[in-house]
């Protein structure tokens, strides 16, 4: 299967920073990448999904000006987490899709600590 | 109404034993479905799709889909401790996946 990875795979950051998190997608371009996050306990949420060279489309309920996405290239998407507080913290997990399939190859995750 | 559910766990099943998952989804329009395995702290894995009414056989996991009744199913066979996991039902509309909340399996040696 396609492998997509993810850096970094562990964040510990101060309340009020950023925090980037970069996934990208190793032996395939994937034309459309996604956001999740995944409290404990709980199922994965869609936050946002991302297109290459275009904005990306936030799900309800997810601050747009919070969750800065970038997806400069078919292979590289970035989520920012700006200005992380406690509730922030969370497994964070990219998945990207191949042109022309509908499956979804997750990354490894990034769990973020905001303290 | 919930998009995707999933039969509550945890489901215990004795080692060699067939484990039954079930799933039903909202949104008559879905036409692609799959089913995750996700290990504790770790990211989902694909272990199936399917999109067509009736079977699909992969190895030791077999998916059923009824678009009629809006069901899925996952049958694991001959479950071994290795298969101790979270399974996530899946749901795709416009490309976008809808997940269930996930059943857990303790497969018991």
């Known amino acids: 299967g396609a492998v997509v990875s993810q850096h970094p795979s562990w964040v510990i950051c101060k309340s009020g920073t950023s925090v980037k998190i970069e996934c990208r997608s190793l032996d395939f371009q994937a034309t459309t990448m996604f956001w999740y996050r995944q409290f404990p306990k709980q199922s994965l949420m869609l936050m946002a999904t991302?297109?290459?060279?275009?904005?990306?489309?936030?799900e309800q309920g997810v601050e747009k000006d919070k969750f800065l996405i970038n997806h400069a290239s078919l292979t590289l998407s970035t989520l920012t987490v700006t200005s992380a507080h406690p509730e922030d913290s969370s497994f964070y997990i990219c998945?990207?899709?191949?042109?022309?399939?509908?499956?979804?190859?997750f990354g490894p995750g990034t769990r973020l600590l905001v303290l | 109404q919930k998009e995707v559910e999933q039969n509550s766990g945890p489901l215990s099943v004795p080692e060699g034993a067939i484990a039954s998952l079930n799933c039903t989804y909202s949104?008559?329009?879905?036409?692609?479905f799959f089913w995750y395995r996700q290990y504790s702290g770790k990211s989902p894995e694909l272990i199936m799709s399917?999109?067509?009414?009736g079977d699909k056989e992969d190895g030791r996991f077999t998916a059923q889909l009824n678009k009629a009744s809006q069901y899925v199913s996952l049958l694991i066979r001959d479950s071994q401790p290795s298969d101790s996991a979270t399974y996530l039902c899946a749901v795709s509309n416009d490309y976008k996946l809808s997940f269930g909340a996930g059943t857990t399996v303790t497969v018991r040696a």
């Open positions: 991302s297109n290459e060279g275009s904005k990306a489309t936030y």
């Open positions: 998945s990207g899709l191949a042109g022309g399939s509908e499956t979804q190859y």
């Open positions: 949104d008559r329009v879905s036409q692609s």
């Open positions: 399917i999109y067509s009414n």
